[in-house]
């Protein structure tokens, strides 16, 4: 039997891309905002999902850069040296460096990292298990029907 009370519950709506992104930036855009509950985002997020992408999308394009300049002529091509003798990294290493650190200044922000979402999952399902032990002790019907703070269903 259907569950009637959730399907009629409203459902949330995922925030929608500006229609100014590319292709990619769309396709990232997406993962990114799916990838959450729906409603987790609202329009005051929308211009730092969009340097997020715009971070995410650069982030890959210097680190295939870098993959291919060490393939074709090895790590010591990621730094060069000064006139001084000193040898110095590449900007681009530092670049990517700082990009790094305001994608994850960022990713904190949007509450996006993945160990908030590992965190969040587990409080839902303490929620669960802590219903489910409501439950029982309210219902002494139910008692025999839980296991290890799980619903399970016996068929007769």
Same mark, same amino acid.
């Given at each position: 039997? =259907?569950?009637?009370?959730?399907? !009629?519950?409203? &459902? ?5 891309? =500006? ?16 990838? !959450? ?22 982030? &890959? ?9 060490? *393939? ?7 730094f ?10 590449? =900007? ?12 994850? *200044? ?29 439950m ?8 025999g ?12």
């Amino acid at each position: 039997m =259907p569950n009637m009370y959730a399907e !009629n519950q409203p &459902r949330g709506q995922y925030l929608k891309p =500006p229609e100014h992104l590319s292709i990619e930036e769309f396709t990232v855009f997406q993962q990114i905002v799916r990838s !959450n509950l729906p409603d987790h985002f609202n329009e005051a997020h929308l211009h730092l999902l969009v340097r997020y992408v715009d971070l995410v999308l650069e982030l &890959r394009r210097l680190g295939e850069w870098q993959s291919k300049i060490i *393939a074709e002529q090895g790590v010591e091509a990621l730094f060069y040296e000064t006139d001084t003798g000193q040898k110095k990294e590449h =900007p681009s290493w530092a670049r990517m460096q700082h990009m790094s650190s305001e994608m994850q *200044a960022l990713a904190s922000t949007l509450k996006i990292l993945p160990d908030r979402v590992k965190a969040t999952e587990a409080r839902k399902a303490a929620v669960r298990r802590k219903r489910l032990d409501e439950m029982a002790e309210e219902n002494p019907d139910t008692k025999g029907l839980l296991y290890n703070g799980e619903a399970t269903r016996f068929d007769a």
